[in-house]
């Protein structure tokens, strides 16, 4: 079976533009989270969607967006892109929401940006 | 407010040696989960163990063992007879939130090298 595919593994844009990030989640997966990671700030939670809805938000600007397809599959789209958020974004899927009892995510590699 | 706390940033052993790798947490929901994971340097995060709030009972699953203490606020994880292959970074996470509404909080993380 298919794990979590991201793409692309590797970009790199250029402060001010905007970037959008692909994952398809394993198949019959409905719930797609979405988090950052970098070196000072760790792994930080960004938003889960849930047959297409977005469950939950963390604490980022809303420069931060996503969405979620009906086959599940979801983008995350960062416009006027910052130094800053270089980092490697990674996406985990799962049946159910997170939390429901019977919920294990899975990630995938990530996508690791470089704005410069 | 959920926090995680892995206070300890890098640990180094000897091949067979046991270590643990220590997480405390603070929550003020009454229901939550409490989740390791493994991120070798591929990236992907790999998921190790789940635990609810309910849920006190240690758990061992081969070289790995679980304590969770709620009086102390803590999810400790044992690796016995450590080997290379577990050198990686562990993430001890926390998902609380009320109204079906998860938030999942990670630790900053754990270092181990397991030297031969």
């Known amino acids: 079976k298919a794990g979590v595919t991201q793409t692309p593994r590797y970009l790199i844009k250029t402060r001010g533009q905007q970037v959008t990030l692909s994952c398809s989640p394993i198949?019959?997966?409905?719930?797609v989270s979405w988090y950052q990671q970098t070196p000072g700030q760790g792994l930080q939670f960004l938003f889960e969607?849930?047959?297409?809805?977005?469950?939950n938000k963390g604490n980022f600007p809303g420069r931060f967006s996503g969405r979620q397809f009906s086959n599940s599959r979801s983008e995350m789209n960062v416009s006027t892109l910052e130094l800053g958020d270089s980092a490697l974004y990674l996406c985990?899927?799962?049946?159910?929401?997170?939390?429901?009892?019977?919920?294990?995510?899975?990630f995938g590699q990530g996508t690791r940006l470089t704005v410069v | 407010a959920q926090k995680v706390t892995q206070a300890q940033t890098e640990i180094s052993v000897v091949e067979k040696e046991d270590v643990t790798l220590d997480c405390v947490y603070e929550?003020?929901?009454?229901?939550?989960?409490l989740f390791w994971y493994k991120q070798p340097p591929s990236g992907e995060l790999v998921f190790l163990i789940r635990?609810?709030?309910?849920?006190?009972q240690n758990e061992i699953s081969g070289r790995y063992s679980w304590n969770f203490q709620k009086s102390t606020s803590s999810f400790n994880f044992t690796i016995t007879a450590s080997q290379v292959v577990d050198s990686a970074v562990y993430f001890c996470a926390l998902s609380g939130g009320s109204g079906g509404y998860q938030k999942v909080t990670f630790g900053t993380g754990t270092k181990l090298q397991v030297i031969p």
């Open positions: 969607y849930f047959s297409e809805t977005q469950r």
């Open positions: 985990a899927s799962s049946r159910e929401p997170t939390g429901y009892q019977s919920t294990e995510a899975f």
């Open positions: 929550t003020r929901d009454t229901t939550y989960y």
């Open positions: 198949s019959g997966h409905r719930s």
């Open positions: 635990r609810n709030s309910f849920d006190e």
